[in-house]
């Protein structure tokens, strides 16, 4: 339901290392699991989703995994570069969209 | 047409001030979406559509007042607000109203009241 844990909130990485970003959920019947980048001033964009029956989804630089017996999925951003910096937002999609408290995440050139 | 699109982009208004917020899509999606989004947080969820009928109001002050004329059409209606009030208005839709249905976002309205 209305329970998702997202951490960390700020996260500073060095250009062409790794980000992860986790978040935990509550409602045991939720089933898809989208994530949102926000650059500023922009709106949401879906950058990767995964589904409760399968584990890991990758696309390109970034992967997502799902643990659905411990309630929590990551984001894995690999190779960042500076247009990766923004919010990052998880969110629920059960009966509802509910959005994980976001991420701020800055790459140092 | 693959988009959500919103208008007008900024807005500023004041408390005593009527005016309204509009979002359109031309993708044949049956639900839509009103979130507020103030800086720094997640989108939260106010209002929700699903074939042109309110199907959920997240216990929005009545100063807000939302309307679906058609399918392709989702209007806020705002007035008396407060300063409080000031943030991003994100219209969203997707296919159906259903669990696991990716939701599409328009760019938003930035609202600010005085």
């Known amino acids: 339901g209305e329970n998702v844990e997202q951490h960390p909130s700020t996260l500073s990485v060095q250009e062409g290392d790794s980000a992860v970003i986790k978040c935990t959920y509550s409602?045991?019947?939720?089933?898809?699991f989208p994530w949102y980048k926000q650059e500023l001033g922009k709106r949401p964009q879906l950058i990767i989703d995964?589904?409760?029956?399968?584990g890991e989804k990758k696309d390109q630089r970034i992967a997502v995994t799902l643990n659905k017996t411990a309630k929590h999925f990551s984001l894995h951003i690999t190779e960042t570069q500076p247009e990766d910096s923004a919010v990052y937002f998880c969110?629920?999609?059960?009966?509802?969209?509910?959005f994980g408290t976001g991420t701020s995440l800055t790459v140092i050139p | 047409d693959t988009e959500v699109t919103q208008t007008p982009k900024h807005l500023v208004m004041g408390m005593t001030n009527k005016k309204s917020l509009k979002c359109e899509q031309h993708?044949?999606?049956?639900?839509m979406y009103w979130y507020k989004q103030k800086a720094k947080k997640p989108p939260e969820l106010m209002f929700v559509?699903?074939?042109?009928?309110?199907?959920i109001n997240e216990s929005v002050p009545s100063r807000f007042s939302p309307e679906c004329p058609n399918s392709s059409l989702l209007n806020l209606h705002l007035h008396a607000l407060q300063p409080e009030d000031s943030a991003l208005y994100l219209c969203?839709?997707?296919?159906?109203?259903?669990?696991?249905?990716?939701?599409?976002f328009g760019p938003g309205t930035r609202l600010t009241v005085t």
């Open positions: 995964i589904r409760s029956n399968v």
């Open positions: 559509y699903s074939y042109e009928k309110l199907s």
């Open positions: 969110a629920e999609g059960g009966n509802q969209f509910y």
């Open positions: 993708m044949g999606h049956r639900a």
């Open positions: 409602d045991s019947a939720s089933n898809y």
């Open positions: 969203a839709s997707s296919l159906v109203r259903a669990v696991g249905i990716e939701q599409y």
